[in-house]
């Protein structure tokens, strides 16, 4: 994930803030759940994201199993995906076994 410069901002034709998705785990809940690389997040739960670090605490807010709305802008076109939160699988799991999407 990365933070959107307003260089890039301007080439997507974006307006506000959000986080690119710079790949998507195979198999994982974000796969599922239909976002893609590309694909920028806006918000998570209602929730207005603007860096990698606020979407990682929004989803560490919820809980396993849970379901999230995450809007999303993919190419000029704004759609809310839901996505059933998992944990991350121990191949690429943190120490602290954080959650994610």
């Given at each position: 994930m990365n933070e959107i410069s307003d260089d890039?901002?301007?080439?997507?034709?974006?307006r506000g803030d959000g986080v690119l998705v710079t790949g998507v785990v195979s198999g994982s809940p974000a796969e599922r759940a239909g976002i893609r690389k590309g694909?920028?997040?806006?918000?998570?739960n209602s929730r207005s994201i603007e860096s990698p670090y606020e979407l990682s605490q929004a989803v560490r807010s919820e809980s396993v199993g849970e379901s999230a709305a995450v809007k999303i802008n993919r190419?000029?076109?704004t759609q809310?995906?839901?996505?059933?939160?998992?944990?991350?699988?121990?191949?690429?799991?943190?120490?602290d076994g954080d959650e994610y999407t």
């Open positions: 890039l901002r301007d080439g997507l034709d974006l694909d920028v997040i806006t918000s998570f190419r000029g076109s809310t995906i839901t996505v059933r939160l998992g944990t991350r699988p121990s191949s690429i799991r943190g120490d």
